[in-house]
């Protein structure tokens, strides 16, 4: 197959999942916040361009903690004190609007817009996070160009075949993306070998689990454990999409 810049990331996540029998697209996705987490404390935060981002949008509580457990205490210090000089600026800008100060329950709806404005400020800093909106786009671009290469690339259906298929999160996520990427017949050409796929591996695992929960049986306990042993933590991976365990 004929290798683009654009693709490899993409190829060389469904070689992975193969040899690791995980799923492509949480693959991509942990290399993609891998090398967020790194951009965000590495040079990049001296860069205004990219302090004035972290500033605005700050980070969810996943990334929040991931980036203190990077133990660059002085990097961190620096983003989250101009992120909170931002949170001061919206709370100043929205100080006028006292939300005491209210007509009672049958206020006009003038009275309560005010408030509103400073929970609406607020609330799209605390929803925010500058990691998960960066992987969202870049998952976003891989996904795409997954499906344009998908016709012609049979190495996939391979490597899709070996990796077991993908985790619920993102078989959903393709479900929704395909008929949008893809004409009617290419759809429904990557839906016939996913699909397959995709039912076969739901299948083993739930008759893993159920080997799992037999062994709890005292009258199995000296039963071999078959493939049988980490069917929890992989029905978990493929359930919730979650790499690590
Ligand atoms: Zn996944
Ligand atoms: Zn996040």
Redesign the pocket.
């Known amino acids: 197959m004929k290798e683009h810049i654009y693709t490899i990331p993409v190829t060389d996540a469904f070689r992975l999942a193969a040899e690791e029998r995980s799923c492509p697209v949480c693959l991509m996705k942990s290399k993609l916040e891998a090398d967020s987490l790194e951009y965000t404390l590495g040079p990049s935060y001296m860069e205004d361009d990219a302090r004035a981002e972290t500033d605005k949008a700050g980070?969810?509580a996943?990334?929040w903690k991931k980036l203190y457990s990077m133990e660059n205490r002085l990097g961190l210090s620096l983003i989250m004190r101009t992120h909170v000089q931002h949170i001061i600026r919206v709370i100043d800008k929205f100080r006028g609007a006292d939300p005491v100060k209210r007509a009672g329950l049958f206020s006009r709806s003038a009275e309560r817009a005010a408030p509103l404005s400073l929970y609406a400020g607020l609330r799209s800093i605390e929803s925010g996070?500058c990691?998960?909106a960066r992987?969202g786009e870049s998952l976003d671009r891989y996904i795409e160009t997954m499906f344009h290469i998908w016709t012609k690339t049979p190495e996939l259906h391979t490597l899709v075949e070996h990796c077991g298929g993908f985790c619920l999160t993102h078989f959903v996520t393709l479900l929704n993306a395909g008929p949008r990427e893809l004409d009617e017949r290419g759809w429904r050409a990557f839906f016939d070998t996913v699909f397959p796929i995709q039912r076969k591996s739901m299948e083993i695992l739930e008759a893993d689990l159920a080997w799992f929960i037999k062994k709890f049986d005292y009258r199995s306990a000296d039963d071999p454990w078959g493939h049988s042993r980490d069917a929890l933590p992989r029905a978990l991976k493929t359930v919730s999409g979650i790499v690590e365990y």
């Open positions: 980070f969810c996943v990334h996070c990691i998960c992987i």
